[in-house]
């Protein structure tokens, strides 16, 4: 298993390197060209998805005779996949026992495991692809990307972080103090101890890019890994889950290190295994309703949250009308709204705004927006690339309902486009209303539905933007301007709502983008998560040190 | 303000180093001597405070017209001072007021007011120590050391450990990507955030050395601090707070940073300052009753505690069993038991152990402990040195119940020395229990309160101290043994159940101390906190980081 760790020792020395100047860096290539994964990886990794399909995922780990799973693609294909169930006692048992020789590994050995996991990983980005296409809904590069090498990243970013922290710790050390003439001294060894089981809550939106910081943190601090994935996005976990388990048997250590806990909507395991006694961290993406759950009721463990948000744009002024409506609707059509950092709400003035165009009214934004989404998803192809399909039948039910929240600028329609054929999607919906309707837009309305909100003027944009931010949570904020005072205004009253800011994005970079190893995602300061990642605090109580002190003979 | 940082930058740089290598360094002088402290130190350290005895302290902060204090020294005098009272939701509205211009001035700035704090603390030194002493009942010696210099350590600590971490986040970077042929590209700047007003809760037998790393860890990572002393010793921290307002005056901030938030036993205001929707950090030492509470109450903010433990000693064997008893003796008795780093429960095999006086059978080793007590405390002086007086009056009658747990091997009876006269004293109870006797031993007696437990043999020694420090917590434990396989056995026992461990100390070293820079001060995996003086852990959290991102223009 040092093998592992001397393999991939330079990946993780740009990794620590990359997490502290937080330059763009990236270990994994986000191309899913041939050139880069190889000829056949692309039909490679669609053969092994669908060979997986139609029966029961194998996975030899503590199970009930039962099987669970009822997965089916947002594109229309039931997958057919069935998983072990499993008692949560036996499972946490399991991961205790599997964790004990764990953690008495080094941090080198432990990390060394990781980062071949991470490689295998990146191997089957392919199938990876495949198999969170098919259950989130994402297109498939987008699925390759966020899902493939976007979440690898995300991982080594926790493995740099964690591995950082452990070594900051020394192992051993003479400690001399000066007494009289001479000195008293203890030969001090300090041990690195795990938290306690950890429990990894997956979403079905992005299964592997949430679950992977929480899933590598507590490994490589540790301790033993329970991943329960969303009932409808299992499979992106469970692949995970079996590489991981496949390379801590290589390197003699008890599989039980890392255990799937596949459950279904209707018997769910998520609080069992969340209050167990053995469990001592909690890594959570998912609703604020279950997030505030965990927070209120989870008292043996840390628990960290990345839960949902109301991401504001305030809109006072551009110099570039059309770039900005592009990128917007970019932003607003990607996923179809569906990702935690897509935009909601856009605040402008209702005596509209200034722009290289002139002088634009309140009216004319929100139709310049509306029709750059028209724009953007004119193409039938690369709508279906942009938006992809819908993940949950609950989300067309809230853009139906949604309609009279405002004035429709933009209505959302289902995509014609043949990629779709059998897909549930929806184009982005855009309301306006009036600053005063708060019941409308300060909810979160997860899915491709936005409001562009009228105001007083910018500064009340800035208040009533940074105020729902700091309320409501927000994972992003994005602000428009010409004037300088305005952008220093947004930079203050958004870090002081904690929410990253993205000034003036026009062109190929978009508000929802997050990169690792420099963005710090969420910040952990509002309602929208308590966590961040990564940052220092993300990994440094995943694992305590204890000290033995021995006096020195004289 | 700048040149506080430039005066301190030696030190600081110091302490960072000391905190990476983690062997013997301090500061702060621990010596009382005139050498250090200059000739009139000491007389002019008692005269300040007796100016500050029966007359109101001085502190221009918000205020009710009222007054509060009611301290009497454990040595017999009503110190007589009284202090400002105020309203909760004023003093925070205070703090957020005094926090916004903190938390916009640099890590520089912060460390360098920390610094100056620290400072001015040391020369105050021997003032702290009086009212230190007459607050908590220590002896004046260990009143200087623990509540000045060691006290004033583990702040620098935590200001140290801090700064580190604010530092490790780049205040702007470029983050370029390749795209094409060229790149994209996006300049980024984080901002630190503080995380709210900072609570700290202290207690009634080590003020300084307790609250200090709260204080300071909140305070420059930029959250102004609201200082809410146990009201038996207010006067340490009352001190504490006006010289750190003195300094932020000079320095050019809001004062109202750090305050006083003094209270009395009848109308506590803990519970209304910690649930305040304002306050984002809770440090507290104190007990485990109100330690739950707030783990389990405050919702809105980290709760950082130290709460207690029962701490284990086992004894296996020695080589030098006179050396042994004597350092127990001193460690029992040391503040007549009153530190949460005193051992209670003392682990012997019922068929005795061996040593370099031949075999010594349970009743021998009981027996040992009890004469090496009665040794030490022989010397009217020297008890009174090494003993203090006792906090609080319920400790004595937790004495008082106690005799009737166990056999008594030495009784506690108060002390007959000169300079005790009107104190509260007593010193160390020493009883005898069958390990089945859980109901006697496994519960916290806080005070001087010790028992002798008898087991089947050591394993079982082992299996029992380890359980207790699991579920009952343990800030310290202990093992006498000259076999490799049994101090190995211990140590991998008590890492698992997250308690530092001191094994065969029998000379001028005790496992009552806990030095900054080296020891990890409770470990947070135990029962007995869940937070540590001073890791990473303890600070990372305190901060949060906000990204702003504006595009390169091509």
Not at 290 to 297: D, P
Request: aromatic share 8%; hydrophobic share 45%.
């Amino acid at each position: 298993m040092s093998d592992f760790f001397a393999a991939h020792r330079a990946t993780l020395d740009a990794a620590l390197s990359a997490a502290e100047t937080r330059g763009y860096w990236s270990a994994y290539p986000e191309s899913p060209s041939p050139r880069v994964y190889g000829e056949t990886a692309k039909a490679d990794g669609t053969a092994a998805f669908e060979a997986l399909l139609d029966r029961p995922f194998e996975l030899d780990q503590p199970a009930t005779s039962a099987r669970v799973g009822a997965e089916v693609s947002p594109y229309g294909r039931p997958l057919g996949v069935s998983y072990p169930a499993a008692d949560p006692d036996a499972l946490v048992a399991a991961a205790k026992a599997a964790g004990k020789a764990w953690a008495a590994a080094s941090p080198e050995d432990r990390a060394g495991v990781a980062l071949e996991i991470l490689a295998r990983l990146n191997k089957q980005s392919f199938l990876i692809a495949e198999a969170v296409s098919h259950t989130t809904g994402q297109s498939f590069i987008m699925a390759f990307q966020a899902g493939g090498p976007h979440a690898q990243d995300r991982g080594l970013e926790a493995v740099a972080y964690a591995f950082a922290e452990m070594k900051r710790v020394p192992g051993a050390v003479r400690w001399e103090k000066p007494a009289g003439k001479g000195t008293v001294a203890l030969d001090k060894a300090f041990r690195l101890v795990p938290r306690g089981v950890g429990l990894v809550i997956g979403c079905a939106t992005f299964p592997t890019w949430n679950g992977y910081p929480g899933l590598f943190a507590s490994l490589v601090t540790g301790n033993a890994v329970i991943v329960k994935p969303h009932p409808g996005a299992i499979l992106p976990l469970a692949i995970t889950v079996k590489i991981a388990r496949d390379v801590l048997t290589e390197a003699g250590f008890d599989p039980n290190v890392v255990t799937l806990a596949a459950d279904t909507v209707e018997a769910p395991l998520t609080k069992a295994l969340a209050t167990h006694a053995d469990v001592g961290i909690v890594d959570f993406t998912g609703s604020p309703v279950f997030g505030r759950w965990l927070r209120e009721n989870v008292r043996q463990a840390l628990v960290y949250t990345e839960e949902a948000g109301v991401n504001p744009v305030v809109i006072d002024g551009t110099a570039s009308f059309k770039g900005m409506c592009q990128n917007l609707a970019f932003s607003l059509s990607l996923y179809s709204g569906q990702m935690c950092t897509a935009p909601q709400n856009l605040f402008v003035p209702a005596g509209g705004i200034d722009t290289d165009e002139g002088h634009k009214s309140f009216d004319e934004v929100a139709a310049g927006l509306g029709k750059a989404i028209d724009g953007l998803l004119s193409d039938p192809d690369r709508a279906a690339g942009v938006l992809g399909a819908v993940q949950n039948p609950a989300t067309l039910a809230r853009i139906k309902a949604a309609r009279s929240l405002g004035t429709v600028v933009r209505d959302s329609a289902p995509v014609d486009a043949p990629a779709l054929a059998k897909a549930r999607t929806a184009t982005p919906l855009l309301l306006a209303v009036d600053a005063a309707a708060e019941d409308a837009y300060l909810e979160e309305r997860f899915g491709p539905i936005a409001f562009v909100v009228k105001t007083t003027d910018t500064a009340d944009s800035i208040a009533r933007a940074a105020h729902s931010a700091k309320t409501r949570g927000a994972i992003t904020a994005a602000v428009y301007s010409t004037d300088d005072a305005v952008i220093e205004a947004a930079s203050a009253a958004f870090a002081d709502a904690g929410v990253a800011l993205s000034v003036n994005l026009t062109g190929g970079l978009y508000v929802n983008q997050s990169a690792a190893f420099s963005d710090f995602h969420v910040t952990g300061a509002n309602p929208a998560g308590n966590a961040c990642l990564t940052d220092t605090a993300f990994v440094a109580g995943r694992f305590r040190v204890v000290g033995i002190r021995t006096p020195v003979a004289a």
